[in-house]
């Protein structure tokens, strides 16, 4: 049934549209054809509407307007000649001006947005532009032609000007930013047919120029097909309602009417001389609201560029989240604050305040919740603060809170303290209840000192790590001390890079021996870093360093060699027993590097020292990051003949199973652990387990830091037979290992 309905409308609409022009082609237009493709036209529409469920009042509208517009173009084709029948005529087409008019403001007042005013004063210049040009070439010769009934022109003339307005809100249609639908599209090119006609029947009416009525009726009628079309339409449900933004306003195509509608008035103006007092009267009075209407223009475009570019400013400077000024608008700020506090007793505050184990909060809760605690915060923080300091958030969870007044070290606590304190009481989000807390490091601008905003934010920084080392929530001030400590990092980190090539580090060696044998059994190599002038590095100081700047790697392999080579040395001269070992330390660093197998296998080759010798000793913690690489190359060097050692046994967090997995043939127990050991009653219980376990994985257990002869008999009782430690021997350099191993093996009081 709808089907029908629509196929029926739309034939109707298609025919009206060809009748007219069928009608002009054969020269002449019957009314009785007029008449009857106006009716089709008419059904069409109300078909159309009445399936689309277009808003009553537009159908009524567009029903009217077509009705007058149908009556005028039947008395047109008619071609009547009486007086009565000519104003009819021209009250009929004025009515349906005023409708047209009407329909359009109401369609125009919904379809605008955000640029509304913009586009009206666009649609005014535009409206303004074209009724001058009417004046110009239609209006005036007609209202000073003799033309006869003062009626008809006048109602031309209103008729006229009503055709301006039209333009006007047609422009504003067409000009919005509001998505253009297909029925927009159809009434507009409706409008514009009536306008047309309109047009050819003022100037047909002047007494030079004589129009077929064909020609006079087809842009009536074709106007009425494009409207039946528009109301059959789908799209013409949504004509009244707020539509969709579209992604490319027509801004090119505004531009150029616009400036030809100011522009060809102009033209026109000059070009023509006025005939009248009247004349001349319209033409200024025209000339000057269109000057005004380009005038408002011209002010709302500076006003909306500098609207504009305010938001670009205010955009690139506040965090979207939370509103508040980002990083670089605290910088500026904190800048600012600086410079204004010379010469006064003021030292400005900067607070550095991240949020305690927000990732955790991200990960497990989602992003959303972590958005929602991090506006919370935002709010506790801007009501914990005076109301001249600022916060803002500068990345993730990191806020920075600025006190430009503050005079004193106290007052800046103080302040930090409030800011904590804000954070105490659980936060409510939709999710729940929730804890947070934050850790707070404290910077100011010292008067004494000339800092930049980013030095000041980067103490405050600084200090915050601080706080969270020492445990979270909690605040931390920043002094001079901790500068020192980055800057030595920074000082090591940099002349380790260059440590092997100045051969400034070597290694020394430390016995391990077996108490049932009473002999050495192998070394522990360990390395030592002498700086010359700048004094020694401790090996617990830069190895963590080695390691994380990756030194470590190339340290290692010489180390690896270096050892090597000296054990090969001491079997060349009988310093040491045949089956006499060396333990080299191996980062996770070098393990995880893929040539490592490589580096160790070539150490052993260039040294010529059996790969049975060798005892790598890593820590649990390789176990733990990516252990699978790990495995492989310590299964492969298994394989080579080179054994593993688990050092520091206990300290670490490997679970027994992880430990099963993994090739190894020695269990070193840490000395923490060895310390423990005391013949008072200690207890013995984790090394015993250790021991125990040990066996389990069918390895050999060696005890580190064995310091006194008590734990040495403890750990026998206990079967541990091999040790190392102080009270055997130091670490000694390798020219030194001779007599170490001589005065060791002779006095053999530690033998058991
Ligand atoms: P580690 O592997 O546990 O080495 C044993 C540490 O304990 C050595 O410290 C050694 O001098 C010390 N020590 C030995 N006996 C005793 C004792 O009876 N009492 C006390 N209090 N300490 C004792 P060192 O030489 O300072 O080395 C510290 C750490 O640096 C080593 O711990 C090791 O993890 C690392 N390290 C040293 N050399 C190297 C190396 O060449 N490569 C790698 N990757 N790490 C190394
Ligand atoms: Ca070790
Ligand atoms: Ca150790």
């Known amino acids: 049934m709808r089907k029908v309905l629509a196929s029926f409308a739309w034939s109707a609409a298609v025919l009206g549209l060809v009748a007219p022009w069928t009608g002009l082609a054969a020269g002449g237009a ?70 047209l008019c009407a329909t359009l403001f109401a369609v125009t007042r919904r379809r605008l947005r955000t640029d509304g005013r913009a586009v009206l004063v666009d649609g005014a210049v535009v409206g303004l532009g074209s009724w001058v040009v009417l004046w110009v070439l239609l209006l005036q010769p007609a209202l000073s032609g003799s033309q006869g009934l003062p009626a008809v022109t006048t109602l031309r003339g209103v008729t006229l000007t009503l055709l301006a307005v039209a333009l006007f809100l047609l422009a504003t249609v067409v000009f919005s930013d509001a998505q253009p639908t297909p029925t927009v599209s159809l009434s507009s090119l409706a409008v514009i047919g009536i306008l047309c006609g309109q047009i050819l029947y003022l100037v047909d009416a002047r007494d030079t120029t004589s129009i077929g009525t ?96 305010a938001n670009l400013v ?118 729940g209840d929730m804890f947070v807390s934050a850790s707070i490091g404290v910077a100011m601008a010292v008067r004494s000192l000339s800092l930049t905003a980013d030095e000041i934010l980067r103490h405050a920084d600084t200090a915050m790590y601080r706080a969270k080392a020492a445990g979270r929530n909690c605040i931390a001030f920043f002094d001079d001390s901790m500068v020192e400590r980055v800057t030595h990092r920074l000082d090591i980190e940099t002349a380790l890079y260059r440590a092997l090539e100045r051969e400034e580090v070597h290694l020394v060696h430390q016995p391990i021996i077996d108490t049932r044998l009473g002999i050495v059994v192998g070394f522990e190599s360990l390395m030592r870093w002498d700086r010359g002038d700048n004094g020694t590095v401790s090996p617990a100081e830069f190895i963590p ?18 050892a090597l080579t000296n054990l090969r040395q001491w079997m060349d001269t009988g310093t040491c027993g045949p089956h006499t070992t060396i333990s080299v330390n191996v980062s996770a660093r070098q393990l995880h590097d893929p040539t490592f197998v490589s580096v160790v296998s ?67 127990i840490d000395r923490a652990f060895v310390n423990e050991l005391r013949a008072d009653g200690g207890s013995h219980t984790l090394v015993r387990t250790i021991i125990a ?58 033998r058991r």
Not at 34 to 41: E, K
């Open 314 to 431: 205010r955009n690139a400077q506040t965090d979207p989240l939370t509103g508040l000024p980002n990083r670089n608008a605290m910088l500026e700020l904190i800048e600012d604050s600086t410079s204004e506090a010379w010469g006064t007793p003021r030292q400005p505050t900067v607070l550095f305040i991240d949020v305690d184990r927000f990732k955790n909060i991200n990960d497990s809760l989602g992003h959303s919740a972590g958005d929602d605690v991090l506006l919370e915060v935002s709010r506790r923080l801007v009501g914990s603060v005076p109301a001249h300091a600022r916060v803002g958030r500068i990345s993730g969870d990191e806020f920075v809170v600025l006190d430009p007044a503050t005079e004193s070290a106290t007052q800046a606590v103080v302040l930090a303290e409030h800011v904590l304190d804000s954070l105490r009481a659980p936060l409510s989000l939709r999710q």
């Open 545 to 562: 360093i080695a390691e994380e700047t990756g030194t470590i790697v190339p340290l290692g392999s010489w180390a690896l060699l270096d």
């Open 214 to 309: 064909s020609v006079l009726l087809a842009p009536f009628l074709s106007a009425g097909a494009l409207a039946g079309g528009a109301m059959l339409h789908p799209s013409s449900r949504i004509l009244m309602s707020p539509s969709r933004r579209r992604s490319a306003p027509p801004l090119m195509a505004r531009l150029v009417t616009v400036t030809a509608s100011m522009v060809v008035p102009v033209i026109l103006l000059s070009a023509t001389d006025p005939v009248s007092a009247d004349d001349r009267t319209v033409r200024t009075v025209s000339v000057v609201v269109l000057a005004a209407a380009v005038m408002t223009r011209v002010v709302q475009a500076v006003r909306a560029n500098a609207r504009t570019q």
């Open 602 to 668: 070539d150490s052993l080759s260039r040294s010529g020292v059996p790969p049975d010798r060798l005892w790598l000793e890593v820590t649990e913690s390789v176990m733990i990051a990516e252990p699978t690489q790990a495995l492989a190359s310590l299964r492969q060097l298994n394989s080579l003949g080179v054994r593993i050692a688990i050092d520091d046994f206990g300290t670490g967090y490997s679970s027994l199973s992880l430990l099963q997995r993994f090739p190894i043939q020695r269990v070193k």
């Open 693 to 750: 376990m040990a066996e389990s994985l069918g390895a050999d257990v060696v005890a580190e830091g064995v310091e006194t002869m008590e734990q040495m008999d403890i750990l026998s009782s206990l079967q541990c037979h091999k040790a190392q430690g102080y009270l055997i021997s130091h670490p000694v350099a390798s020219g030194a290992v001779a007599s170490t191993v001589t005065a060791l093996e002779d006095s053999a009081h530690w």
């Open 30 to 99: 019957r009314p009785v054809a007029v008449g009857a493709s106006c009716a089709l036209l008419l059904i069409g529409c109300i078909v159309g509407a009445f399936m689309h469920a277009v808003p009553r009042f537009l159908v009524l509208a567009v029903v009217t307007t077509g009705a007058s517009a149908a009556g005028g173009a039947y008395l047109v084709a008619t071609g009547a000649t009486t007086d009565t029948a000519r104003v009819l005529r021209d009250c009929l087409l004025l009515g349906a001006h005023v409708l």
